[in-house]
DNA sequence: GGTTGACCTGCGCA
DNA sequence: CTGCGCAGGTCAA
């Protein structure tokens, strides 16, 4: 059973479970099934380290899977004086880490995810590995889901969605260099490029580069990071946000990580107490 | 170039 | 049991 010290705290449950990924399912005594790449495997956490049963998934790939490279304090500390919120939010969430989840999976997940509640994304994702996927019920192709087509990925309770899964299905089976970023390129360039898709756009493009690229500049931003800046940092605005407007105030206010400040403002708010919240 | 509807499905709640 | 509102957005007019 290898196992692997771990350097600094990992919460599983909001790490694998808060919305980055979504293969994976909690098991009883706080283990967790689920997929490391085409890798089925188990983890837990015991004595400080990471165990898992599988020896074909290498300590470095688990190391870089769960970015136990980066110290995250420490990137944001330099943003955390000027915003309580995210100092909050680290402090009660020290163990969220960012994931590099296998990019075309991280794709299709959030071409999945529009107008859909996290466990319903769960839901259509463990439909596709059971309908398409290979052994181990692996995650299927880019080719696989290109074979199946519209039709038979709206049996997986798609709904319109699964047009454009099916199509970018079918464009990334014939080029799937279009998945490699060359790291010279801009978080910016990476994003337009995947806009090309269909079914991208930029809210998508910035999970993809943020949840399985390590772009931690890419600054997402969803229904959930849409009412918690409101209500933390716009209290007064009523007009919907610019992206563009927002693009230039998320970088000046948590800098060149702010991808971490999304991770983790993101998980503190939508687990905080619901009268909290502003009513949806 | 910014706005406005349409788009599938499953779940919670009256 | 039936109906209605809503949910990690994107696309086209």
């Not at 880019?142 to 039709?151: C, Q, V, W």
């Amino acid at each position: 059973m290898p196992s692997l010290l771990l350097p600094c705290p990992l919460d599983l449950t909001s790490t694998l479970l808060g919305g980055q990924s979504f293969s994976w399912n909690p098991l009883p005594r706080s283990r967790f099934a689920g997929w490391i790449g085409p890798h089925p495997v188990q983890l837990h956490l015991h004595h400080e380290s990471i165990h898992w049963d599988n020896s074909a998934l290498s300590s470095s790939q688990i190391h870089h899977y769960f970015s136990l490279d980066l110290n995250l304090s420490s990137l944001l500390q330099p943003h955390l004086p000027t915003n309580p919120h995210l100092a909050t939010a680290i402090q009660l969430h020290p163990g969220l880490r960012p994931l590099r989840e296998n990019p075309w999976e991280c794709l299709v997940n959030f071409i999945c995810s529009s107008l859909k509640q996290i466990t319903h994304i769960r839901q259509i994702h463990a439909r596709l590995r059971s309908t398409f996927g290979g052994p181990n019920q692996s995650f299927p192709s880019p080719a696989r889901l290109a074979e199946a087509g519209e039709l038979s990925l709206r049996k997986c309770a798609l709904g319109y969605r699964a047009k454009h899964l099916a199509a970018t299905a079918q464009i990334l089976s014939q080029e799937p260099h279009r998945l490699e970023i060359p790291s010279s390129w801009s978080t910016e360039q990476a994003a337009q490029h995947f806009e090309q898709l269909p079914g991208v756009g930029p809210k998508i493009s910035r999970c993809v580069l943020l949840y399985s690229y390590g772009r931690l500049d890419a600054f997402p931003v969803d229904v959930w990071v849409d009412r918690l800046l409101r209500q933390l940092y716009f209290p007064k605005k009523r007009k919907p946000f610019r992206l563009a407007h927002l693009e230039t105030w998320s970088q000046k206010q948590f800098g060149p990580f702010r991808g971490l400040a999304q991770l983790l403002l993101f998980h503190w708010f939508r687990t905080s107490t619901p009268h909290s919240r502003p009513r949806p």
